[in-house]
């Protein structure tokens, strides 16, 4: 018997990395899919291209067309909303729903992986949010088990009796943990970006939420 197929959702961000850490670690075969979505952080792309090079796992960047998502800061064609900046991590994790918010994106994202899990034959799809992100409603853990439901009814698999698992591995966990779970996986989070609203040569601003989430979770691993 061969491995177990999965498909992963890889940004080339610092969660999607541990996430396809954890699913090699799982002893998976990995597909790891990344969208270019016409986010202003596009540079991401490139760390997910070096990041499943890394692991030596197939990889697809699948094109959409922004103007679906409508208005989000994340986008690059509404330069007129602003990413937040100079934020702490009570004041983000206190926020309501933010500008970074993309209409409906991880419906659209796991719709696309469900039909990539059925040419792949792959039993599971593995995505990353975490306890910080409850503020996005598609990131909430009712909104896993729900698009669950859809799996479980929208699929030749489903059918077959055997729909793919969602797997959502970091769905309890803090930044910090995240880095933790990363490091004991040795995850390369070196070659991961994690940065809203980069500078024109592509440097992290250091000032967005995720600049911010991300110092501080490394900050915290080393003084902790």
Excluded at 114 to 133: R, S, T
Excluded at 139 to 149: K, L, N, P, T, Y
Excluded at 157 to 170: E, F, I, K, M, Y
Aim: with cysteine; glycine share 6%.
């Amino acid at each position: 018997m061969g491995l177990i197929k999965a498909i992963v959702l890889l940004s080339g961000g610092l969660d999607s990395t541990v996430v396809l850490a954890q699913a090699i670690k799982n002893n998976r075969e990995c597909l790891a899919i990344s969208f270019n979505y016409g986010q202003r952080h596009k540079i991401e792309l490139e760390s997910a291209k070096i990041i499943a090079a890394y692991y030596n796992v197939s990889h697809k960047i699948i094109k959409l067309d922004s103007s679906i998502f409508g208005q989000s800061s994340l986008l690059s064609n509404h330069d007129g909303v602003e990413v937040p900046k100079d934020r702490n991590a009570r004041q983000i994790s206190e926020s309501s729903t933010p500008t970074t918010y993309v209409p409906a994106r991880n419906t659209i994202f796991l719709s696309i992986a469900m039909g990539q899990a059925e040419n792949f034959q792959a039993c599971e799809i593995y995505i990353g949010p975490n306890a910080l992100d409850t503020k996005y409603p598609d990131c909430s853990e009712s909104f896993i088990h729900a698009f669950q439901r859809v799996i479980k009814v929208a699929t030749k698999q489903s059918v077959n009796g055997n729909p793919p698992r969602l797997v959502a591995p970091l769905l309890e966990l803090n930044k910090t943990e995240i880095i933790k779970l990363g490091l004991s996986l040795d995850a390369p989070l070196h070659l991961s970006f994690s940065c809203y609203d980069p500078t024109i040569l592509g440097a992290p601003c250091l000032r967005c939420d995720a600049c911010i989430l991300r110092k501080d979770g490394f900050d915290s691993v080393a003084g902790g």
